[in-house]
Every structure is written in structure tokens, then in C-alpha cells.
């Protein structure tokens, strides 16, 4: 323990340094990033263990939409209030806080004796990921050294390689063993809470040092309160667009490749990696080109151009189902730091508020479109929603109101 603590001092004066000299501070990156791996990981646990909860508890798919919707609503709603706090009062270690609420939730998922208590432990999951987001997306913000899209990318890749780890996890020690060996991901709790306390120790140190200093002026685009409003609804609405057909793969991929295929759990949960290993490389790709040719062209890109590729899925056999959907998955993925960091632009001021309302925004829509779309499933059948859900990407079309943020000129405040 105490070889631990002397390293992270080491390191810890090392980026600080790179703090005070505004450069990127990768070495906090990536810490942000595998914590981010953790957090997501434990997180997705959840959507890949469907088929085994499906069974055990003899669910039907309006039950398993409930599950989604339970977990991700907590999330949602929590996370704008939890990011208003922490810009009026910065937690440098409410990422440790969050972790310790989605372990309690791990182990009541492990042990949960009925569906009630399921709903239960999700919630807390739910709960966890709202602390998590706001604060971390802001650590992110501060050491990008102005690289915002690059840094969000950065951040955002170490989720989505957590949400693409878990379901190949899930198939190797949870789906032959049993519901109980969820335990072991409480091992990656312990592990994060390291991760978490060096990320929190140098963050305290910069609000420290911050506090000791005359406040920078902040760049206020100069657009009128109706433009920036306007754009920030037109940012949820490609959230919406993406989140719920993302909600349609997440939640159901298993079971449609299941049914259509006759491929095993297992299988599934293959087919299911390939999309989410897909999102995780698209959101590095993404970040690092929005930073090169403009965050309004590859929002635009990412959501409208999977509509063909989505438009095609349904019809397609097996090997082309894998091709089709690693192609969706890296092109829709590309867009989430673009437009995170394009919101943080038109509110520079409320960046904990901004970074909560869209991760809220996006699980809440992933919660709500599960929820609806196992009851339709249920109504009609699991391939037919994969056939409506197809349309979604067209509305990427309204990117084209955004204005373009390299040509609005910026004041200081």
C-alpha cells in the first residue's frame, strides 16, 4: 500500500507540473479513462446478463425493458442535479463515492432472490454512474490543454471498451457458472478506487492552486440566448436519435441474433462484442477528427450516415449482420464527444451542468427506448423493431442548424 501511495506522489508531481504549463496531461487522461473502463464496465453487466435473468426469473421482454429503464432512469435524472452541485461546489473524490454505490448494487444483483430486488440493485448501479459522469467529464475538460475533443475521446473510449468487455466477461465467468459469480466484478471496484484517489488527489490540487490565483476569463461565444438554446435542442434531439437504436442493439442484439440465427447465448454475446468494440474505436476516431475538421461535420457524418448501413441490417445474413454491425457501431459512436464537447462550448460556464444533462440525457433515452421496445417486442416480434428502429439515423438531417463554431467569434468574460 505504501509502494502505491509513493508512486502516485511521484506521478502526481510530475503532471502537476504539466498542470501549472497548461499542456495535456495524459497521464490524468488515462487514468480518467480507465476509470471510466471500470465504471462502465460494472454498468454493462447489466444489459449482458439479460438472457440469464431472462431465464431465471422468467421475465418477457416488457420485464427486461423495465430493468433497463429502472437503471438508466436513475442515472439519467440524477446526473444534471449531481453536475449543477459540482459546479458551484467541485467533489475532487465523488468518483469513489459513486463506486461504492454500484458495488453495493453488483452484490445485490448477485444475490437478488427476486425480480423486485433486481430492479433494486440496478437502481443502485443507476445511482453510481449519475455520481461518476458529471465530475469526471469535467477532470477530462480540465486536462485536455485545449484539446477538448481529443481529451472527451479519450475519456469516453475507456467506457465504451468497458461496455464492449462486459458481455464476453458475462459469457465466460458469469453464463456457465451462474448469477452468484457476479461477485467478481467486485474485484474491479477495489481496483478503480486507486485509480479514483490519485484522479481526486490531483484534482484537489488543482482546485487548490486555482483558488490561490485570479480566475481566467472564460470565451463566451457571442450568439444570442435563443441560437444557443435552439442548438442545445438540437444537440438532444441527435442524443434521442442515437441513444434509442443504440437501446435497440444493447438490450436486444442477443436475443434477435438468437432467434433469427438459432446461435447460442454465448454466440450472442460475441455479436454483441463486435458492435461495442466498434462504438469504442469510432469514439477515439471521432474525437480526435472533431478537433481537426469541425465538430458540426462529424456530428452530421456520424448520426446520418449509418441510416444506410441501419436501413440494410434486417435483411442481411449472419456474416453480413457481423460486418453491418461493426459498421453502425463506429459510425454513431464518432459523434458523442463532438457533441459533448460542442455543448460545453455554447455553456462554457456550466460545464459539470452540461456534461450531466447529456450523459442524463443519453442514458435516459437508452432507458426509455429499452422500456418501449421490449413491450413492443412483446406485441409483435424482435426482428420487427429492428425493421422501425432502421429510420432513427434520418434524423441526423437537423445537424444542419447547428451553427459552425470554428466561424462565431468568441468574447471574454
Same mark, same amino acid.
Given at each position: ?46 444489459? &449482458?446478463?439479460? +438472457? *440469464? %435473468?431472462?431465464?431465471?426469473?422468467? /421475465?418477457?421482454?416488457? =420485464?427486461?425493458? !423495465?430493468?433497463? @429503464? ?93 461496455? &464492449?468487455?462486459? +458481455? *464476453? %466477461?458475462?459469457?465466460?465467468?458469469? /453464463?456457465?457458472?451462474? =448469477?452468484?459469480? !457476479?461477485?467478481? @466484478? ?18 484537489k490540487g488543482v482546485l487548490s492552486h486555482a483558488a490561490t490565483k485570479q480566475k481566467k476569463k472564460i470565451r463566451i461565444p457571442e450568439l444570442s440566448a435563443f441560437k444557443v438554446n435552439s442548438a442545445i435542442v438540437v444537440l438532444l434531439l441527435l442524443i434521442f436519435s442515437k441513444y434509442f437504436y443504440v437501446a435497440s442493439i444493447s438490450s436486444y442484439f442477443q436475443f434477435y441474433t438468437m432467434d433469427k440465427f438459432g446461435i447460442t447465448e454465448v454466440q450472442a454475446q460475441v455479436y454483441l462484442f463486435y458492435f461495442l468494440i466498434a462504438v469504442a474505436l469510432?469514439? *477515439? ?15 452530421? @457524418? ?112
Open positions: 500500500m505504501n509502494k502505491i501511495l509513493s508512486i502516485q506522489h511521484k506521478v502526481l508531481n510530475k503532471v502537476n507540473k504539466q498542470t501549472l504549463s497548461q499542456q495535456t496531461v495524459y497521464p490524468i487522461l488515462l487514468a480518467i479513462s480507465f476509470g471510466h473502463l471500470c465504471n462502465d464496465l460494472l454498468q454493462a453487466i447489466v444489459p &449482458a446478463t439479460y +438472457p *440469464l %435473468l431472462k431465464e431465471n426469473y422468467q /421475465l418477457s421482454f416488457a =420485464q427486461i425493458g !423495465l430493468i433497463t @429503464f429502472f437503471y438508466q432512469m436513475s442515472s439519467s435524472l440524477l446526473q444534471p442535479l449531481v453536475g449543477n452541485y459540482t459546479d458551484k461546489k467541485p467533489q475532487p473524490y465523488s468518483q469513489i463515492y459513486g463506486m461504492l454505490c454500484t458495488t453495493v448494487g453488483v452484490i445485490l444483483l448477485a444475490f437478488a432472490p427476486s425480480y423486485l430486488w433486481v430492479l433494486v440493485a440496478v437502481t443502485c448501479i443507476g445511482i453510481g454512474s449519475s455520481i461518476f459522469h458529471p465530475e469526471s467529464s469535467r477532470v477530462s475538460y480540465v486536462a485536455s490543454g485545449g484539446k477538448r475533443s481529443l481529451a472527451q475521446s479519450i475519456f469516453q473510449i475507456g467506457g465504451n471498451t468497458g461496455t &464492449a468487455l462486459a +458481455p *464476453l %466477461l458475462v459469457a465466460w465467468v458469469v /453464463l456457465p457458472k451462474g =448469477q452468484q459469480h !457476479l461477485l467478481w @466484478f467486485v474485484a474491479v471496484a477495489i481496483i478503480a478506487q486507486f485509480v479514483y484517489y490519485f484522479i481526486g488527489t490531483w484534482y469510432g469514439t *477515439l476516431i471521432g474525437g480526435f477528427l472533431g478537433d481537426k475538421v469541425g465538430r458540426k461535420y462529424i456530428i452530421w @457524418f456520424s448520426v446520418l450516415g449509418a441510416a444506410p448501413f441501419t436501413l440494410l441490417l434486417p435483411h442481411v445474413d449472419l456474416a453480413w449482420t457481423a460486418v453491418l454491425i461493426v459498421v453502425i457501431g463506429f459510425i454513431m459512436s464518432s459523434a458523442f464527444p463532438s457533441i459533448l464537447v460542442y455543448a460545453q462550448e455554447l455553456l462554457p460556464k456550466k460545464i459539470g451542468m452540461v456534461s450531466g444533462l447529456f450523459y442524463g440525457f443519453a442514458f435516459g433515452m437508452g432507458g426509455l427506448g429499452s422500456a418501449l421496445l421490449g413491450w413492443w417486442a412483446d406485441q409483435t416480434s424482435i426482428a420487427y423493431i429492428y425493421s422501425v428502429c432502421a429510420y432513427l439515423p434520418l434524423l441526423g438531417v437537423i445537424a444542419c442548424l447547428l451553427p459552425n463554431m470554428k466561424k462565431v467569434r468568441f468574447r471574454e468574460e
